[in-house]
């Protein structure tokens, strides 16, 4: 994938359709025999993750949704404590340093300000060890990092993130991995992971095929100025990944609520003018999600869910859905994420807007 845009109208679309294929790229040589080779991460690595006994993640953006996306894996997979927050709020605050905490930085540029001063910073803390999980191999993330991950996601044009985030998710489910062995993850688990991972890049793109429809969708939204987006667990990053697409190059304001957080304060704003996107794998939170999802149709809002297609969802006034193939719980999240990057770009090709290049905003942000 080179910097031009070849047939697509824009580089955030194409950069959407490469996926399946950076996603299989950032795989590659990294699993074998059904495990993952966390001597990829460095040499070091498998001592130092034996003695991690808790993770901190430090990000911005788009990189520090898929920080919140690790947590929940981190700490459901593998079993180790997971903190997250955004580099400029982490630099400037007083913290404890637990014993053999994991650093981990995520950055696309490995040149984002904020994010590069948490690092230099956590190097004089105490922690026991640096990673970064980046997409440029000669940035000073990674120069300055004991340990690296590289995204193969190629060069990224679009100042609205895509192809970063979900190889970001792929290599921090390896990293869950490589750190879950030492602790709360089974051989079988482990192989069940890889065997998901193998197919991704397929289930993206039946995903990204079902274009048409999420087209269609998008014309609901192009004249309202607010959107809600609900997910849970590990789905409710991903519904703020989509709500800040969404606002980032239509310019709708665009809120992510995790679902069971409904009731206690943005069920106010629901009325038909508020469109209620609803991210709906068959989960064990599924049930629980469809009552929150039942309050939002009671008031007259909405609804447009994207779900797994054995999900029990059926189409009727005031809910349009998309049916997604069966992916598998912990490979959701990086599916899901597709359809909500298609909805904001038709949404923003019907606004007129610039989708490149949004206004007030910079695909690397250097200084502070
Ligand atoms: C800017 C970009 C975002 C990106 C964020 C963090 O705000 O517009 O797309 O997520 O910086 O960038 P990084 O390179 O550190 O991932």
Not at 327 to 335: G, M
Request: aromatic share 6%; with cysteine.
């Amino acid at each position: 994938e080179s910097a031009d845009k070849g047939s697509y109208r824009h580089y955030m679309l194409k950069e959407i359709y490469e996926q399946p294929h950076v996603v299989k790229r950032t795989l590659s040589g990294r699993l074998s025999g059904g495990k993952i080779l966390a001597e990829i991460m460095g040499s070091k690595a498998n001592d130092i993750f034996k003695s991690v006994s808790s993770v901190q993640i430090v990000a911005c953006g788009t990189s520090y949704h898929a920080g919140m996306v690790a947590k929940y894996w981190i700490e459901g997979i593998a079993g180790v404590p997971c903190r997250v927050e955004v580099a400029s709020e982490f630099r400037y605050r007083k913290f404890k340093v637990q014993d053999n905490t994991l650093f981990v930085t995520i950055s696309q540029s490995g040149e984002t300000a904020d994010t590069l001063a948490a690092l230099r910073l956590a190097k004089t803390l105490g922690y026991s060890a640096s990673l970064a999980v980046c997409n440029v191999a000669q940035s000073s993330l990674v120069r300055e990092s004991d340990l690296y991950l590289m995204t193969e996601a190629g060069p990224e044009i679009g100042v609205a993130s895509t192809k970063a985030f979900t190889t970001q998710l792929v290599a921090l489910l390896l990293l869950t991995v490589a750190l879950g062995r030492y602790h709360d993850l089974d051989e079988q688990q482990e192989a069940n992971i890889v065997q998901g991972l193998h197919g991704l890049p397929e289930l993206m793109h039946e995903t990204l095929a079902l274009d048409p429809a999420i087209k269609l969708m998008s014309e609901a939204f192009a004249d309202k100025h607010h959107a809600l987006f609900l997910g849970r667990g590990a789905q409710w990053p991903v519904a703020m990944e989509g709500a800040l697409k969404l606002k980032e190059i239509s310019y709708i304001h665009a809120e992510s609520y995790p679902a069971g957080e409904l009731k206690h304060g943005p069920l106010a704003l629901v009325d038909s003018n508020m469109p209620v996107v609803a991210i709906a794998p068959n989960d064990e939170l599924l049930e629980k999600l469809k009552s929150n999802l039942q309050e939002v149709q009671a008031r007259g809002g909405q609804l447009f869910v994207f779900c797994d297609k054995s999900a029990g969802f059926s189409a009727a006034p005031g809910l349009d859905l998309i049916a997604l193939p069966h992916v598998s719980d912990i490979i959701a999240p990086i599916l899901y994420t597709l359809p909500l990057q298609l909805l904001s770009y038709h949404v923003a090709i019907l606004k007129g807007t610039d989708v490149d290049q949004p206004r007030n905003l910079a695909k690397s942000v250097t200084v502070e």
